[in-house]
């Protein structure tokens, strides 16, 4: 994607979003259960698999001299194993649109991961801050 499209695409997220994104990681282990609930329908789950399903195409043909980086540090990602997916969508039921990416294996383990992926997001949505929100009943986080 060039430069002007990859910026008129996170516009259109922002647009879509109205100023509020969920930021969702997701791990190797939870791909079976988001698979699952993709082909129950689940709305959320089929946003979150469309990103990282994405993400994957783009680490696996991307060219060796220009590999997908890590979201958080500079290094490069030339395979998907063990890393962490980061999912920016937003939060709305209708979403047609986010932003994914990758975290290497280093930044995955990170104690700070959270943190490290946020401070990477403010360098496309400078005003970004996180906000906890505890989930209802039933709810996984």
């Not at 209708?94 to 943190?115: E, F, H, I, K, T």
């Amino acid at each position: 994607m060039s430069g002007a499209a990859w910026a008129e695409a996170i516009r259109e997220v922002h647009r879509e979003a109205a100023g509020v994104l969920g930021v969702h990681f997701v791990r190797s282990e939870d791909a079976p259960a988001l698979l699952v609930d993709s082909m129950l329908g689940d709305a959320h789950a089929i946003q979150l698999m469309r990103a990282v399903v994405g993400c994957l195409h783009a680490i696996r043909t991307a060219p060796k001299r220009t590999p997908t980086l890590c979201l958080a540090c500079p290094r490069p990602i030339r395979k998907p194993d063990g890393a962490v997916f980061c999912v920016a969508i937003p939060d709305r039921p209708d979403a047609s649109q986010g932003v994914g990416s990758a975290l290497c294996l280093r930044c995955a383990a990170a104690p700070d991961r959270n943190d490290r992926a946020y401070a990477a997001l403010r360098r496309i949505w400078p005003d970004l801050r996180p906000i906890e929100v505890t989930p209802g009943p039933g709810a996984v986080q």
